[in-house]
């Protein structure tokens, strides 16, 4: 079972297309009889982009496609806050510096280097100014990467027209001939259906997922800065708590109650 909405959406979108073009009568041969289609719009697409974009951030393209196939797999917001709840208690009961042992445990890169921060007794200020100017530029590159592909998307469809038109001009070359001319005119088309699926169901929607995988990271790295300030201010574990909770959906929120009940209960009985 496909658990990767890219995957399923993909599949979705190639049986939104063949299976209307079996409902409508269309023949299915001439998407693969028609590689003068193809041409147009994949190469003229990427000729688009390639004249959109420099080269440094071209070679991005493959890295990017790897996340939308393949989502990275984010702590998560529950997690991040039974962390900091952990580390506010051991700060409180021993100080900072007892947090250096915890230092290569964590995973997370960003995370890493502002408890590095933190610990080594950075201004506050600092440390807030480098991890916010550090996530500002996290997120200049993400924009970068989905502008590819978002600009692939206003391309192509306009492609699909251009493909029209070259077919047309070669059917109107044989207007002696019915058949042929009725051939070349069907032929004429599949650019422009194949410009409008690439735009609309690939290269757009993957341009707002690479939008919202982004977002996703920055609300966590957000997340981590708030909780380590308020580490470095000393703050109780349920100051601290109410901080990152702010960053829960309602839905999340009740569920993180309901299983702190649920451990306070555990813990009441055992």
């Known amino acids: 079972m496909f658990k990767n909405s890219t995957v399923i959406g993909l599949i979705l979108g190639l049986i939104a297309l063949i299976g209307g073009m079996v409902l409508k009568g269309a023949p299915l041969v001439s998407l693969i009889t028609n590689p003068a289609a193809y041409v147009i719009i994949l190469v003229g697409t990427a000729a688009s982009v390639f004249m959109a974009f420099p080269m440094s ?7 990017l496609l790897k996340i939308v196939f393949k989502e990275p797999k984010l702590m998560p917001k529950e997690q991040l806050i039974a962390m900091f709840t952990e580390w506010a208690t051991i700060t409180r009961r021993e100080g900072l510096l007892a947090l250096e042992a915890r230092v290569e445990e964590i995973e997370d890169e960003f995370l890493k280097v502002g408890m590095r921060m933190i610990i080594d007794g950075n201004d506050q ?4 100014d480098v991890l916010l100017e550090d996530i500002s530029a996290t997120e200049e590159r993400h924009i970068a990467g989905a502008q590819i592909f978002s600009q692939a998307g206003m391309y192509a469809p306009t492609l699909g027209v251009l493909g029209a038109v070259v077919g047309l001009v070669a059917a109107l070359q044989n207007l002696s001939d019915l058949d042929v001319l009725a051939h070349a005119v069907a ?3 599949i650019a422009t259906l194949l410009g409008i699926f690439t735009g609309y169901v690939l290269w757009h929607p993957i341009a707002n ?3 919202r995988i982004s977002k996703r990271e920055i609300d966590l790295k957000l997340m981590m800065v708030e909780g380590l300030l308020s580490i470095q201010s000393g703050v109780s574990t349920i100051a601290i ?3 990152l909770m702010v ?8 569920a993180l109650n309901k299983k702190e009940e649920a451990a306070v209960e555990q813990q009441a009985t055992a």
């Open 247 to 254: 960053f829960l959906t309602p839905t999340e929120r009740r």
């Open 241 to 243: 708590q109410q901080k």
């Open 125 to 128: 200020e600092l440390v807030r």
């Open 187 to 189: 032929a004429a088309f």
């Open 57 to 63: 951030e071209l070679k991005k393209v493959p890295k």
């Open 209 to 211: 997922k690479l939008r």
